[in-house]
């Protein structure tokens, strides 16, 4: 069974660089019809998405974050990682890596989170 | 950007009763739109996907409808475990968004 847990600080200063990586157990983070996901929510609000990596390298971030994001997969440690530079308070939120997945037959062209890591929770404080 | 919002914001309700939850996008996203169930300290769980169909161990007292703009989540029984704050999210096009949230409280 595939799962997934985040790690990395969780204490960032402002302006310096958040980095963030989710470990894949129990399956390939290579292998499928997948893309991986960043998706964050800070306190008391909604879930925000970061952006996304497919199996295929390429990737796609939220216009929003897009000049401060970095997403890659490391194949050899089966591992997702973020990077999300200069950064705010308004950084700060709890930060889930998600498993995107294209459905088959009469679902075939829909995407969905399937999967989820419990997430991780970054404060951005001096 | 598609925006989602979801109504009501909050709710309570008593064991057994039925619960629905409404999303409307602003233009249409056709199907494609997910249900996920949030509890503190716990993975988001999909409950369901492409507006209507149920994922793999998700309880039947859960079920979802519409297409277009307008789509609702329904839990036909409520039981003390749906605690929870429940999202919908489009993924008809990038970026993909969710809606508020909607936090459902046990009477």
């Known amino acids: 069974q595939v799962q997934l847990q985040e790690s990395g600080p969780g204490l960032v200063k402002p302006s310096q660089t958040l980095s963030l990586t989710c470990s894949v157990s129990?399956?390939?983070?290579?292998?499928?019809?997948?893309?991986w996901n960043w998706i964050r929510q800070p306190a008391g609000k909604g879930l925000e998405w970061i952006g996304r990596i497919y199996t295929s390298g390429s990737t796609n971030y939220n216009p929003s974050l897009k000049s401060r994001v970095t997403i890659s997969v490391d194949t050899s440690k089966n591992q997702l990682s973020l990077k999300l530079t200069s950064v705010a308070a308004a950084d700060t939120a709890v930060y889930y890596c998600?498993?995107?997945?294209?459905?088959?037959?009469?679902?075939?062209?829909?995407?969905?989170?399937?999967?989820w890591g419990r997430g991780t929770l970054v404060t951005v404080s001096s | 950007d598609i925006q989602m919002t979801q109504s009501p914001s909050s709710l309570s309700a008593s064991v057994g009763d039925r619960v629905t939850i409404t999303c409307r996008a602003s233009q249409s996203i056709s199907r494609y739109l997910n249900w996920f169930q949030l509890k503190p300290g716990k993975a988001p769980k999909l409950l369901i996907y492409a507006a209507s169909s149920l994922q793999s161990g998700v309880p039947s007292r859960f079920s979802g409808s519409g297409s277009g703009t307008d789509f609702t989540l329904t839990i036909s029984s409520l039981q003390p475990e749906d605690s929870a704050t429940y999202y919908c999210q489009q993924s008809n096009s990038s970026p993909l968004t969710f809606g508020g949230g909607t936090k459902v409280e046990i009477k």
């Open positions: 129990g399956g390939s983070i290579s292998s499928g019809t997948y893309s």
């Open positions: 998600a498993r995107d997945v294209r459905g088959s037959g009469t679902y075939y062209g829909f995407w969905y989170f399937d999967l």
